[in-house]
Every structure is written in structure tokens, then in C-alpha cells.
């Protein structure tokens, strides 16, 4: 059993930062991927970033370079996303993403207003 837990959501105004985490925990031998998805009403979710646990590349959309950044915390199993110059149309619910052992984990969700 894997969980993954989301955690830095809010409600910031436009221009302002917010810092989101992800912890995994239960049977995480073999993680390969942790990533960030995020998704409005009525739309598909899509793809924010990733981050490779291994040997840490990473991945960025590109609403989102420039502007965020994902890191990664190898030894706590931990995933971040840090993002600048929010904007409005950043607002959505983020989901973190993990790939395990060619299995695929979503967490709950964490609410971001940028308004």
C-alpha cells in the first residue's frame, strides 16, 4: 500500500508564492517518479512536473517554466513544487504523482486559489 499525502495548498493573490510538498509513504521500494499534476472543472487534468528520484531529472510544462520549480528529498521520499509569479489561471487542484515499480499512485489533492 502507497500513500501519498500533499501538503501547501492556499489562497495566495497574483504575483505571490506558494510551496507544495508531497511525502510518500508504505511500499516505496523502486520509486521512480514523483510528479505534480494539477486540474480545473471541466477540464482534462494535466502535467505540471516531474522529477526523476533517481538521478533527478525533471520535467516542466511550459505554462509553468520559469516559474516553478520541483525538488525532490531522496531520503524522505519527499516531493516539492515551488511556485513563483502565480497567476490566475495557476488556480486548480494539485495531485501528486508517483510511479512505483511501474505502478501509478495519485494523492488527494491540494487546493490552489491564486485570486
Known amino acids: 500500500h502507497v500513500q501519498l499525502v500533499e501538503s501547501g495548498g492556499g489562497l495566495v493573490q497574483p504575483g505571490g508564492s506558494l510551496r507544495l510538498a508531497c511525502a510518500a509513504s508504505?511500499?516505496?521500494?523502486?520509486?521512480?517518479?514523483m510528479a505534480w499534476f494539477r486540474q480545473t472543472p471541466g477540464k482534462e487534468r494535466e502535467g505540471v512536473a516531474a522529477?526523476?528520484?533517481?538521478?533527478?531529472?525533471?520535467y516542466y510544462a511550459d505554462s509553468v517554466k520559469g516559474r516553478f520549480t520541483i525538488s525532490r528529498d531522496k531520503a524522505k521520499i519527499e516531493v516539492y513544487l515551488q511556485m513563483n509569479s502565480l497567476k490566475s489561471e495557476d488556480t486548480a487542484l494539485y495531485y501528486c504523482?508517483?510511479?512505483?515499480?511501474?505502478?501509478?499512485?495519485w494523492g488527494q489533492g491540494t487546493q490552489v486559489t491564486v485570486s
Open positions: 504523482y508517483a510511479v512505483i515499480s511501474w505502478n501509478y499512485h
Open positions: 522529477v526523476h528520484m533517481g538521478g533527478g531529472s525533471t
Open positions: 508504505g511500499y516505496t521500494s523502486g520509486i521512480q517518479t
